[in-house]
């Protein structure tokens, strides 16, 4: 059950990683466009569909961070549980 548990932890943490990379081109892209004109962009921003995916892909990386600390967090247990002495020193797994 913990090897499945850390299969999913894994592939959690990989989408977190791509979702960091489209935050980042995303970042880059608005900078860029930030700078030619500003005052436009401000304007437009809240209306953009750019914008709306923007915020999208901002919301969905702050979920999978969200997820990544608790998956953290989960296997700091389970670290723990495997240095217990014997299996029944741990309940369900964790301490």
């Known amino acids: 059950m913990a090897r499945r548990e850390l299969g999913k932890l894994k592939m959690a943490t990989?989408?977190?990683g791509a979702l960091q990379?489209?935050?980042e081109k995303l970042e880059e892209k608005g900078g860029r466009t930030h700078l030619a004109?500003?005052?436009r962009k401000k304007f437009?921003?809240?209306k953009s569909p750019k914008h709306k995916r923007y915020r999208n892909y901002r919301n969905s990386l702050q979920d999978m961070q969200s997820k990544l600390n608790e998956t953290n967090a989960l296997l700091v247990?389970?670290?723990e549980c495997s240095a217990c002495q014997g299996a029944r020193e741990c309940k369900e797994g964790y301490h």
């Open 44 to 46: 437009t921003a809240s």
């Open 14 to 16: 990989r989408k977190i």
């Open 21 to 23: 990379e489209a935050k």
């Open 37 to 39: 004109s500003p005052t």
């Open 77 to 79: 247990k389970e670290r």
